[in-house]
Structures are given as C-alpha cells and as structure tokens.
C-alpha cells in the first residue's frame, strides 16, 4: 500500500511560481512511476506531467512544456513539480499519482494507469 500527500498549493498571481511536493509513505518509493495531473472545475482529470522510476525519464503534457518541472529525490520519498510562468488556465486542483510499473510499459498519460492516488491540492492563478 502507498500513500501519497500533496502540499504546496496556493494563490499566485500569473506569471508566478509554485512548487508542489507529494510525499509517499512505504520503502519502495525508488520503484515507483510517478504522475501529476489536474483537474479544474466542471472538467475532467487530465494528465500534466510524469516520471519514471530508473533513469529519470520525463514525460509532459504541451501545454506546460517549458514551464514546469518534474523531479524526485528517493531518499526523501518526495516528487515534486515546479511550475514556473504559471497561467490563469493552470487554475485546478492538482494530484499525484504513482504506481509500480514501468512507464516503459505503460502509458503515463492515462488516469487508468495509476493505483495510487493523493488527495490533491489547490492551485489559483489569478490574472
């Protein structure tokens, strides 16, 4: 079983920064695949960024490319995304996902991939 906690979300204006962090409990976190996405009102969850577990391959939606950040640091069970020049449509709540298999397999992008899921945390961006 895997736990995961966001933290970080806030109110930015546009064109600010954020850095959300996600925590996942348990030992085997260097063997997770991990994933943001976000979802903003009367939308559904759609994926924004994601990170193998080896060899740090990344993946991002178009739309941040450029702008945000995925990055781990194992010893602290810690993913996080830094979201740079962010945008009034950025506004959602964002979550973590992760799950033990290999985006080597898998496709990353998807909601359905993932077993694991946080709560979310909100991000406003205010224009």
């Known amino acids: 079983q895997v736990q995961l906690v966001e933290s970080g979300g806030g109110l930015v204006q546009a064109g600010g920064s954020l850095r959300l962090s996600c925590a996942a409990s348990?030992?085997?976190?260097?063997?997770?695949?991990m994933g943001w996405f976000r979802q903003a009102p009367g939308k559904e969850r759609e994926f924004v960024a994601a990170?193998?577990?080896?060899?740090?391959?990344?993946y991002y939606t178009e739309s941040v490319k450029g702008r945000f950040t995925i990055s781990r640091d194992n010893a602290k069970n810690t993913v996080y995304l830094q979201m740079n020049s962010l945008k009034p449509e950025d506004t959602a709540v964002y979550s973590c996902a992760a799950d033990f298999r290999s985006l080597a397999v898998v496709d990353g992008t998807r909601v359905s991939t993932y077993a694991y899921w946080g709560q979310g945390t909100q991000v406003t961006v205010s224009s």
């Open positions: 348990g030992r085997t976190f260097s063997s997770l695949s």
């Open positions: 990170m193998s577990c080896c060899g740090g391959r990344t």
